[in-house]
């Protein structure tokens, strides 16, 4: 089975030309007991709001395509469109507008809401990424959510990226707005969000140096190896967390010294070819440095699972499983209401196109009245306000 870049993984499960489909999933074949394996090399792609994740990935894509063919996950739920090709999206299972509906939720809410429920859905995506690395796709390129602490430091951030670790080669790609970073207060949030992510992951990480094109990333380097330099642009600085900020240089010394960065320019694909070196030595790494940690991890994981009692006999005790919802290997639904977690009853009905024509145009009608009458009083306050000084110039 093999799902063609920009299907989504439900068409993908179609049976075609004889070949099993996901039906046919052995979750045996996902025992840990199978150990670590060599590819694909998973690289979850990480960083702030607007420091170019999505266009990054595609830049990755597009020049690790003819080495190392690599198998595209969107892990964000909330944008519109993605400038690549993907073998896995996210928003096929979930939908995001409807789970902040549902459950009345905001953006943020509604992004970790769709991750925990595609987090459900665990085993079958290792195992779409296991048939991947068999049908030699290398690497396997995760786009995560714009908002990044969603992802590091929500409960399904951390069983996605642990359970990648544990059945392959898996790396993290922090991308930086060199742009942003200028400002040394602002660089050092950076540092301190990147130091947090490499302790917490406890994974190979790479810090890709975003946005050379539109500014050099030379001054970044340099306040990473130079403490008096980043002394000095810190003294231009008007702030009063410059104290806080010349205290944590120090702190993270010990970060800078084995810490890899790369300048790329995710627009124009400078620098991705000195990146894709690197990002083989991060793998190196993990091959010699973490891969016997998680070797343990998973040893003590099939420890606890011997342990354990098969829950599968008590299931009539317990009473009757309830579907999850959409699934990885189901076909999209006919309306796009379909999530997670859902009970039938609780669905809402799809209007037709006349009817939500007419529901968006009332919106609108009312969004325009609003802001006519915000103007109107604004102009009407500034009038009285000049009115009243005229008046005031008079009596003088």
């Not at 597009?62 to 964000?76: I, K, M, T």
């Not at 942003?180 to 790479?206: D, G």
């Not at 317990?318 to 379909?338: E, I, M, Q, W």
């Not at 024509?357 to 009245?369: I, N, V, Y």
């Amino acid at each position: 089975m093999s799902a063609k870049p920009g299907t989504s993984v439900a068409a993908a499960a179609v049976v075609g030309n004889g070949n099993p489909s996901i039906n046919d999933i052995n979750l045996e074949a996902l025992s840990l007991s199978e150990g670590i394996r060599e590819s694909p090399v998973c690289i979850i792609v990480l960083g702030m709001a607007g420091s170019g994740k999505t266009t990054f990935t595609r830049s990755l894509i597009q020049h690790a395509q003819s080495q190392f063919n690599p198998y595209v996950v969107n892990l964000d739920p909330a944008c519109r469109e993605v400038p690549y090709a993907a073998h896995i999206d996210i928003r096929d299972t979930v939908n995001y507008k409807e789970v902040m509906k549902q459950y009345q939720l905001g953006p943020n809410g509604g992004i970790v809401t769709a991750l925990n429920m595609f987090t459900t859905k665990m085993p079958k995506f290792a195992e779409l990424v296991r048939r991947a690395g068999e049908r030699g796709h290398k690497w396997c390129i995760i786009d995560t959510p714009g908002q990044i602490e969603v992802f590091t430091w929500s409960a399904s951030g951390n069983i996605i990226t642990e359970g990648l670790a544990t059945m392959f080669p898996t790396i993290v790609v922090y991308v930086m707005d060199v742009v942003r970073s200028a400002c040394p207060t602002t660089f050092m949030s950076n540092m301190l969000y990147a130091c947090s992510i490499l302790y917490k992951t406890r994974l190979p990480f790479l810090v890709a140096l975003n946005k050379i094109d539109l500014k050099e990333c030379s001054f970044v380097q340099e306040w990473m190896t130079d403490f008096e330099a980043f002394q000095d642009a810190l003294e231009k600085e008007q702030s009063y967390v410059n104290n806080l900020t010349r205290t944590m240089s120090l702190t993270l010394d010990t970060f800078y010294e084995n810490l890899i960065t790369c300048g790329v320019s995710a627009k124009s694909g400078v620098g991705f070819s000195t990146l894709l070196t690197h990002l083989l030595e991060c793998v190196a790494e993990y091959e010699r440095d973490y891969k016997p940690v998680y070797e343990k991890m998973r040893q003590q994981r099939l420890a606890e699972q011997a342990s354990v009692p098969d829950p599968a006999a008590h299931i009539e005790e317990a009473g009757v499983a309830v579907p999850l919802g959409l699934d990885l290997r189901d076909p999209v639904s006919n309306t796009d209401n379909s999530v997670f977690l859902m009970a039938p009853s609780l669905v809402p009905q799809q209007l037709d196109a006349a009817e939500q024509e007419m529901e968006t145009d009332a919106k609108g009608d009312l969004e325009d009245q609003n802001f006519q009458s915000f103007v109107q009083n604004h102009m009407t306050a500034q009038q009285s306000k000049r009115d009243k000084q005229q008046q005031q110039e008079q009596q003088n």
